[in-house]
C-alpha cells in the first residue's frame, strides 16, 4: 500500500504518518512545503512542494493507492487542485480531514457556538468538503473535535447526526485514518465526525 500524505509536517499528519509506519508495512510520501524539517526513515520519501501547483502534486501522486490530507488555510482551493490531481493520476481513495461543526452539526450540550452559522473561520473547511462530496472519488471526510492527546478511544458519527462530543485524541484521528486507509469500503463517500466518547 502506497500512501501520499499531504501536510506532513502537522500535528496530524505526523500523527498519521508515525501509525502508519509502527502499525503497518505501508510505504508512504510525505508531501510538505517544510520538507527539510523530515527525516524519511527506509519506507518513506518526501516530497517537497506546494499544494497550489499541479506539478508538484503529480509528482507526489505518481504510483500512489490513497491520498491523505490534513491542511489548513485556503482548504476549498486546495481540495479543488488535490481533487484534479487524483483524477489526472487515476487515483481513487481520499481522506480529507475537516473540522466538526461544519455542517451545523455540533448540538447546544457540546457548544452549538462551534457551530458554522456562528464560526466563520469553519467557511473554508466547509468549502472544502463540498468539493470532495462533490467529486466521484472513493473518499471519506473526516470531522474531528478538537485535538487532545491521550489514547485510541473514539466514536464515529455520520452526517446529518449529530456530533457526539467536544474531544477527540490525535491518536484516535490516525487510529481511524489507518482502518479507512486498508478497508477502501469503510466509510466510503460519507462524512464521519470522530470524538471521544461522553
Do not use: C
Amino acid at each position: 500500500m502506497n500512501v501520499l500524505i499531504i501536510g506532513a509536517t502537522g500535528t496530524i499528519g505526523n500523527a498519521v504518518r508515525q501509525t502508519l509506519l509502527s502499525e503497518t508495512d505501508a510505504n508512504l510520501t510525505l508531501f510538505a512545503r517544510s520538507a527539510n524539517r523530515l527525516k524519511p526513515g527506509s519506507r518513506e520519501k518526501v516530497v517537497a512542494g506546494d499544494v497550489n501547483q499541479a506539478h508538484d502534486l503529480d509528482q507526489a501522486m505518481k504510483k500512489q493507492d490513497v491520498v491523505f490530507v490534513a491542511l489548513s488555510g485556503n482548504l476549498g482551493t486546495y481540495a479543488e487542485n488535490i481533487v484534479s490531481a487524483m483524477k489526472r493520476n487515476q487515483i481513487d481513495r481520499l481522506l480529507f480531514i475537516t473540522s466538526m461543526g461544519i455542517y451545523n452539526e455540533i448540538p447546544a450540550t457540546i457548544g452549538s457556538n462551534g457551530n458554522l452559522e456562528y464560526n466563520s473561520v469553519l467557511s473554508s473547511y466547509r468549502q472544502a468538503a463540498d468539493v470532495v462530496e462533490a467529486s466521484d472519488l472513493n473518499y471519506t471526510v473526516i470531522r474531528p473535535g478538537w485535538f487532545t492527546s491521550g489514547p485510541v478511544d473514539y466514536e464515529v458519527t455520520l452526517k446529518g447526526e449529530p456530533f457526539g462530543g467536544h474531544d477527540v485524541s490525535v491518536s484516535s484521528i490516525a487510529d481511524l485514518v489507518k482502518r479507512l486507509t486498508f478497508d477502501a469500503t469503510l466509510y466510503s463517500r460519507d462524512s464521519v465526525g470522530i470524538n471521544t466518547p461522553q
